[in-house]
């Protein structure tokens, strides 16, 4: 089991863990890691248990995990069955957002395939981008379509 005693200074901890020493702030600042601990010259230390920790959220938002569905497992106990329900519950959840994705990845592949076969590059000009600039126009000012087609980007 990792050590809590804290020695390692941000650069080792992102170095030990993978996430970027601006993205260990960014955690701190958003609660997914404990209270701070310092040296005597003012630096942050970390721990063993920080850095495990660091690795769980970097292999969560690999997963596309928001930071609410991480920070709900990070509150978690992996020793309670109850904590293990609301795991899959937070773990189904994701996974219909995931499936969402697909489905909206699937039309914008479809919308991007359409736009593609508009130009066989035979004409005087080219319809692709004649239907991207059509598209453009009929954007409102808030910027959203007016007409179908995808409203996101991956």
Known sequence: MPSASPHLRIGEAASRSG?????????????????????????????????????????????????????????????????????????????????????ELRSLEQDLKTLRDRCDGQDSYCHTIEALHARADAQTAEGTATQAGPRRHV
């Open 19 to 103: 996430v970027s020493a601006a993205n260990i702030r960014y955690y701190e600042k958003e609660g997914l890691l404990g209270a701070e601990q310092r040296a005597d010259n003012g630096y942050r230390l970390y721990s063993a248990d920080d850095v495990h920790r660091l690795r769980f959220i970097r292999m969560c938002r690999a997963m596309d995990m928001s930071l609410d569905e991480v920070r709900a497992l990070l509150s978690l106990d992996l020793r309670s069955k109850a904590d293990c329900s609301a795991a899959c519950d937070v773990l189904n959840a994701h996974l219909g957002h995931v499936r969402e994705r697909i489905a």
